[in-house]
């Protein structure tokens, strides 16, 4: 068996990825199993790990424990070294942020010995699509500018993320911030360009770009993203009046907003997302600049094993 790159955030959903680890690192000793792991020390690092365990290496699997923030940052590595090498490469994931919707999209089950299994198994594997924004970061989830710009921020700056995610209920976080960012936020007028079609958005809460489904700890954003068909799908929700947009809160995490009148949805490779004023951008969960984002897909970019 070929040994296997395993990259660490021990800090994701606040200290579970160093307890994750001990509980891996005990079975693949125990199991015989060659590896190499690399612990991130600071905010950026797993993109450096990831280019030294391919390209150093040579490792064909990369392991990620972490959350989407650190899943981002290595598949930044990967493609990085992928636009100039042939250095082929698949991702698990072994779920330990507070979001973990990578691991959601693709099945992978929250158990950390249960993920690591399907890893070295590597029984499914999917080649899927990336985000690739000019100035701004790859992304694999997701891209979004306005009110999930914000709750990103709002988030990863929370000090009830860390509370929460010690009791196991990071996710919860993420709609703690949506309700203090929804109570106050304003809208303002936008443009989407999808695929040469420009559109005129005015009072525009978000525009967000998905790759996945979900979203920000699990809500179903776009029930019909899918990171295989080299589209993306873009989801934009416009109102008024905050109040409207209550039942749009109250049925996304079930993916059955799509039918309320504040939702848009449409689909395309190329897409451009222009405002009046600077609007903060997410990509992945990770606060990744302002407007204007300009997006292009990269078709079938990087291998997952799946669950
Ligand atoms: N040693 C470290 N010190 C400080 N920050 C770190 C360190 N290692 C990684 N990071 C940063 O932590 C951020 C968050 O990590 P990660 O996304 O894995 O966990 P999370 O925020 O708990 O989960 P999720 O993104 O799923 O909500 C990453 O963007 C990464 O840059």
Not at 49 to 66: E, P
Not at 149 to 175: C, D, I, P, Q
Request: glycine letters at 8%; a neutral charge.
């Amino acid at each position: 068996m070929e040994t296997i790159g395993i990259i660490v955030n021990p800090l994701s959903g606040n200290g579970r990825g160093s307890n994750i680890w001990r509980e891996i690192e005990t079975y693949l000793q125990s199991h015989h199993i060659a590896f190499l792991v690399k612990l991130t020390t600071y905010a950026g690092e797993a993109t450096q790990h990831a280019m030294t365990l391919i390209q150093h290496h040579q490792v064909h699997q990369l392991i990620v424990i972490g959350g989407d923030g650190t899943i981002h940052e290595v598949v930044a590595g990967m493609r990085q070294l992928a636009l100039t090498s042939d250095s082929p490469c698949s991702i698990a994931v072994i779920p330990a942020g507070t979001g973990n919707d990578f691991a959601k999209a693709y099945s992978i089950p929250t158990h950390p010995i249960e993920a690591l299994q399907i890893a070295l198994a590597a029984a499914k594997k999917v080649q899927i699509d990336l985000l690739q924004a000019t100035n701004h970061p790859i992304a694999v989830n997701s891209i979004g500018a306005g009110f999930d710009g914000m709750v990103a921020k709002v988030t990863n700056e929370a000090s009830y993320k860390k509370l929460l995610n010690r009791f196991g209920l990071g996710k919860l976080s993420y709609f703690i911030s949506i309700l203090r960012v929804f109570a106050t936020y304003q809208p303002s007028i936008a443009w989407l360009e999808v695929d040469g079609n420009t559109y005129e958005l005015p009072n525009m809460w978000l525009a967000a770009v998905a790759n996945i489904p979900f979203y920000g700890g699990s809500i179903q954003i776009c029930p019909t993203a899918s990171p295989c068909d080299g589209h993306a799908d873009v989801v934009v929700i416009q109102s008024k009046g905050r109040f409207k947009l209550l039942p749009v809160l109250f049925t996304v995490y079930q993916g059955k907003h799509t039918k309320h009148p504040a939702v848009t949805f449409y689909k395309g490779k190329s897409i451009t997302i222009r405002t009046a004023k600077p609007l903060l951008v997410q990509a992945d969960g990770e606060f990744a600049g302002s407007t204007p984002v300009q997006i292009e897909i990269i078709p079938a970019a990087i291998t997952v094993i799946s669950g």
